[in-house]
């Protein structure tokens, strides 16, 4: 069984920084791509930082480019988010979320999910 264990979330001034980490305690199946997207209140839940596993490229939404680090540690099966440069418009539960395939985007693709991790940026 997938589970998908996220950590590090918190509350922040405005330019500060956070680590999140999600680690995979155990698989069934291979999993091809691995992420974070989050949902802030009233908005749909969007993706932020994902990599395709294996050596495989990163990819990043625009809001957060040149701010967040996506990383894996494949000894470990932990996938780390390192979020610089926080701003109040990136307030939202963050989740981490697993895929057998090609990265996607669009939330309704993604196979596994983590319960999710507060991060709260004030201004």
């Known amino acids: 069984q997938m589970q998908l264990v996220e950590s590090g979330g918190g509350s922040v001034q405005d330019g500060g920084s956070l680590r999140l980490s999600c680690a995979d305690s155990?698989?069934?199946?291979?999993?091809?791509?691995l992420g974070w997207f989050r949902q802030a209140p009233g908005k749909q839940r969007e993706g932020v930082a994902l990599i395709q596993t294996g050596g495989g490229s990163k990819y990043y939404s625009d809001s957060v480019k040149g701010r967040f680090t996506i990383s894996q540690d494949n000894a470990k099966n932990t996938v780390y988010l390192q979020m610089n440069s926080l701003k109040p418009e990136d307030t939202a539960m963050y989740f981490c979320?697993?895929?057998?395939?090609?990265?996607?985007?669009?939330?309704?693709?993604?196979?596994?999910w983590g319960q999710g991790t507060q991060v709260t940026v004030s201004s």
């Open positions: 979320a697993a895929r057998s395939g090609s990265c996607q985007w669009d939330w309704w693709a993604i196979d596994y």
């Open positions: 155990g698989y069934t199946i291979r999993t091809d791509c």
